[in-house]
Antibody, heavy 127, light 108 residues
Framework: QVTLRESGPALVKPTQTLTLTCTLS??????????VSWIRQPPGKALEWLARIDWDDEKYYNTSLKTRLTISKDTSNTQVVLTMTNVDPVDTATYYCARTTSVPTHLPGYFYHMDVWGKGTTVTVSS | DIQMTQSPSSLSVSVGDRVTISCRASQNIDGFLTWFQQKPGKAPKLLIY???TLQSGVPSRFSGSGSGTDFTLTISSLQPEDFATYYCQQNYRTPLFTFGGGTRVEFK
């Protein structure tokens, strides 16, 4: 069974660095075309994609947050870490990680989708 | 970035109603579109990908259509468990995914 579990601090002070961990079970990031994405959702608002790391260690970031985010994976390929520097109250949100895989479709090229999500972890930024 | 616009932002419906939600992309995304369902306090659930392919285990009352810039999610006969918020998401400019603003389906 594929599961993902997010963990991290529930409360962070403004200007601090937030570190979140996604622990994978039932799959590994050393499989071709396997990736993990981070997504967040402020209270009452829409989803926002943050970052993705691929099986081959390629990394991608939301353009508007790129300077503050770093995504990495451990050597066992079972944990993915997202760090966000200089947090602000607007970063208060539920943070999700999601397995991102390529599936065959009728479309040209690869179709990557986020098919299994963790339950999320709620982070509040406040002094 | 590709912008995704959903309409309406909310709708009030009854059990058994046919529900249609629209999603428009700011540029052509072919069929690179995914629909999610999210219930309060829960993570999003994948419903449909590649605009019209039903994810395994999703009831057949859900369907998706469209290509290019205009897409539709249809629920043929709304069930009590379908009251939720629905999001579209473009996969065209992968990995830079973007979501729509969501459509909340509420009980009339």
């Amino acid at each position: 069974q594929v599961t993902l579990r997010e963990s991290g601090p529930a409360l962070v002070k403004p200007t601090q660095t937030l570190t979140l961990t996604c622990t994978l079970s039932g799959f590994s990031l050393n499989t071709s075309k396997m990736c993990v994405s981070w997504i967040r959702q402020p209270p009452g608002k829409a989803l926002e994609w943050l970052a993705r790391i691929d099986w081959d260690d390629e990394k991608y970031y939301n353009t508007s947050l790129k300077t503050r985010l770093t995504i990495s994976k451990d050597t066992s390929n079972t944990q993915v870490v997202l760090t966000m520097t200089n947090v602000d109250p607007v970063d208060t949100a539920t943070y999700y990680c999601a397995r991102t895989t390529s599936v065959p479709t009728h479309l040209p090229g690869y179709f990557y989708h986020m098919d299994v999500w963790g339950k999320g972890t709620t982070v509040t930024v406040s002094s | 970035d590709i912008q995704m616009t959903q309409s309406p932002s909310s709708l009030s419906v009854s059990v058994g109603d046919r529900v249609t939600i629209s999603c428009r992309a700011s540029q052509n995304i072919d069929g690179f579109l995914t629909w999610f369902q999210q219930k309060p306090g829960k993570a999003p659930k994948l419903l449909i990908y590649a605009a019209s392919t039903l994810q395994s285990g999703v009831p057949s009352r859900f369907s998706g259509s469209g290509s290019g810039t205009d897409f539709t999610l249809t629920i043929s006969s709304l069930q009590p468990e379908d009251f939720a918020t629905y999001y579209c998401q473009q996969n065209y400019r992968t990995p830079l995914f973007t979501f729509g603003g969501g459509t909340r389906v509420e009980f009339k």
